[in-house]
């Protein structure tokens, strides 16, 4: 059983604004994860989805060669998205598969902390500033995006 569905998007920069005048995040080249929890997530999965993140192989370099955020380094963004956990039935989504929000919550945090943890380990992403940026859980966020491409992936773990 699956764990957690991510979307990866491939951006030149983008813009998370945390509510309607409130904060801001941004990143340049880089990342963005889309990331929602499935009922059957462990701790042990939390690892796997963190790993996963980090070194997933989309990002161009200069010789057109893909590279993980880890290795390219470029910046990375988090973005809790609830929905993904949704399945049409009929005309409605239904989220029967989705975990409990309190749960869902403590799991993007530490999902974010291991993120963070697994790229600090790296002295090729910590030598060239790269950053981690997150979005909040549980809240409305408005997200830009600079692409140089539809390269969009989704992907279940």
Known sequence: MSSAKIVFQCCMSAKLLVEEGG????????????????????DEALHKIAETICTVRLISDSNDRLRS?????????????FCLSGKLKGKCFQYHTAVP?????????????????????????????????????????????????????????
């Open 23 to 42: 904060s801001e995040t941004t990143i340049n080249k880089g990342l963005i994860a889309y990331v929602a929890f499935l009922k059957d997530c462990s």
């Open 69 to 81: 955020v880890i290795d390219s380094p470029c910046d990375l963004l988090i973005v809790p998205q």
């Open 101 to 157: 929000k309190v749960a869902a919550e403590s799991l993007y945090s530490r999902l974010v902390k291991s993120c963070d943890t697994f790229l600090r380990s790296s002295a090729t992403w910590l030598s060239k500033s790269c950053k981690l940026s997150y979005g909040t859980f549980g809240i409305r966020q408005i997200l830009s995006i600079e692409t140089n491409g539809p390269f969009t992936h989704v992907v279940e773990l």
